[in-house]
Antibody, heavy 120, light 107 residues
């Protein structure tokens, strides 16, 4: 299993960013994908989860209205888009595979992380 | 939203000592939905325990998890130098949330 994320981004306040996570080594449709972020020196913050088959996503309340999670099944890639960026959105963004489809509920494989820096 | 509160914030111990980390939920969580992760500086988190008490593949048996309802514990029976890291609990019962983390540092 490998989750390969796109490279670091630098954005200005108010802009949008789109991070990708290419999945390989397993059946793409078999597992949900989470997005989790970590601000510098801070803890883990869950952003949301997407079902790879239906494409339906559920978002953490604090991101509602400015986050979108999508997937491209032909490319076996997940996407996170965050709009209205603020300086406190500066963080490393991770994709993380969820095992809930297997009956267990934890994140077993993580992407390497994508640093998004928001600065004027 | 279920809030997970971890304590202590920092645990200062010596190699070979026992570490006991607490995770308290704001409402009851099924044990099936409670996991623990370890994160070292510059690394991605890795799962240690799932279903509150099941060790993930490859995790040494000095790591154990227990608890139910609103109170969960991660125990490291004898700290190895490689165990000094930050530990997070996570629940998937109602949406997904992480605790704030406990840093285990060398005394």
């Amino acid at each position: 299993v490998e989750l390969l994320q796109s490279g670091a981004e630098v954005k200005k306040p108010g802009a949008s960013v789109k991070v990708s996570c290419k999945a390989s080594g397993y059946t793409f449709g078999g597992f949900h994908m989470n997005w989790v972020r970590q601000a510098p020196g801070q803890g883990l913050e869950w952003m949301g989860i997407i079902n790879p088959n239906a494409g339906a996503a559920k978002y953490a309340q604090q991101f509602q209205g400015r986050v979108s999670m999508t997937r491209d099944t032909s490319a076996q890639t997940f996407y996170l888009e965050l709009s209205g960026l603020r300086s406190d959105d500066t963080a490393v963004y991770f994709c993380a595979r969820d095992l809930r489809g297997s009956g267990w509920y934890y994140l077993d494989h993580w992407g390497q992380g994508t640093l998004v820096t928001v600065s004027s | 939203e279920i809030v997970l509160t971890q304590s202590p914030d920092t645990l200062s111990l010596s190699p070979g000592e026992r570490a006991t980390l607490s995770c308290r939920a704001s409402q009851s969580v099924s044990s099936d939905y409670l996991a623990w992760y370890q994160q070292k500086p510059g690394q991605v988190p890795r799962v240690l325990i799932y279903g509150a008490s099941n060790r993930a593949p490859g995790i040494p048996d000095r790591f154990s998890g227990s608890g139910s309802g609103t109170d969960f514990i991660l125990t490291i029976s004898r700290l190895d130098p490689e165990d000094f890291a930050v530990y997070y609990c996570q629940q998937s019962g109602s949406s997904v949330t992480f605790g704030g983390g406990t840093k285990v540092e060398i005394k």
